[in-house]
Nanobody, 123 residues
Framework: QLQLVESGGGLVQPGGSLRLSCAAS????????IGWFRQAPGKEREGISC????????KFPDSVKGRFTISRDNAKNTVYLQMNSLKPEDTAVYYC????????????????WGQGTQVTVSS
């Protein structure tokens, strides 16, 4: 069974940091481009990062650029999203997703999705 599981979410104060993990079971993550998405209540899902299979290409929208980084540890079959300088507007459910091929883009149709992890930024 192919599965993605996110973890690492929680409640953090503004300015704080969290590291989200996306672990795969049933398939090798290094065969896929991995994307991170988020969805806040009442808003559309937003693509916030992706990383190519070899990890050489990453993309971020302006809303998180300079604060979020993405990395992958293929030996652990896991992709990470490091989030620093968190703001209340970063509050959302964060999802990771996988798609084949080599193009890193949040606009692609991703094939596999995790269940999401809640991130709440509040004082």
């Amino acid at each position: 069974q192919l599965q993605l599981v996110e973890s690492g979410g929680g409640l953090v104060q503004p300015g704080g940091s969290l590291r989200l993990s996306c672990a795969a079971s049933g398939f090798r993550l290094d065969y896929f481009v991995i994307g991170w998405f988020r969805q806040a209540p009442g808003k559309e899902r937003e693509g916030i990062s992706c990383i190519s299979r070899a990890g050489g290409s990453t993309k971020f929208p302006d809303s998180v650029k300079g604060r979020f980084t993405i990395s992958r540890d293929n030996a652990k079959n896991t992709v990470y999203l490091q989030m620093n300088s968190l703001k209340p507007e970063d509050t959302a459910v964060y999802y990771c997703a996988a798609v084949g091929g080599s193009v890193c883009s949040s606009e692609r149709k991703y094939d596999y999705w995790g269940q999401g992890t809640q991130v709440t930024v509040s004082s």
